[in-house]
């Protein structure tokens, strides 16, 4: 059974800084990429950033400059380093897996973690 445990929400000054951790266990299938998303109250979930099993990165428009997402070597932990943070990107933040075994394909969501920027 996959499980995806967030940590690291809070609040946060604007300006300041947070950084999400993702601990990622129970994954048999291959993973396809990780990923943090956020929902604000009344509002979509929406990518953030993800990496992919080789690595590759993919960051949003929006945070681009000011979010890293990084991994460990075992790619068991994934890490968004949030920097100048904003107001409006008070959210709850998600972890999410996605993998795939033979053509079909698998979406895990970590609980979330709650992070508010204030003015």
């Known amino acids: 059974q996959v499980q995806l445990v967030e940590s690291g929400g809070g609040l946060v000054q604007a300006g300041g800084s947070l950084r999400l951790s993702c601990a990622a266990s129970?994954?048999?299938?291959?993973?396809?990429?990780l990923g943090w998303y956020r929902q604000a109250p009344g509002k979509q979930r929406e990518l953030v950033a993800d990496?992919?099993?080789?690595?590759?990165?993919n960051i949003a428009d929006s945070v681009k400059g000011r979010f890293t997402i990084t991994r460990d070597n075992a790619k068991t932990t994934m890490y968004l380093q949030m920097n100048s943070l904003k107001p409006e990107e008070t959210a709850v933040y998600y972890c999410?897996?996605?993998?795939?075994?033979?053509?079909?394909?698998?979406?895990?969501w970590g609980q979330g973690t709650q992070v508010t920027v204030s003015s």
């Open positions: 990496i992919t099993d080789r690595g590759s990165a």
């Open positions: 129970g994954s048999i299938f291959s993973i396809i990429a």
């Open positions: 999410n897996e996605r993998a795939r075994r033979g053509p079909t394909g698998f979406n895990y």
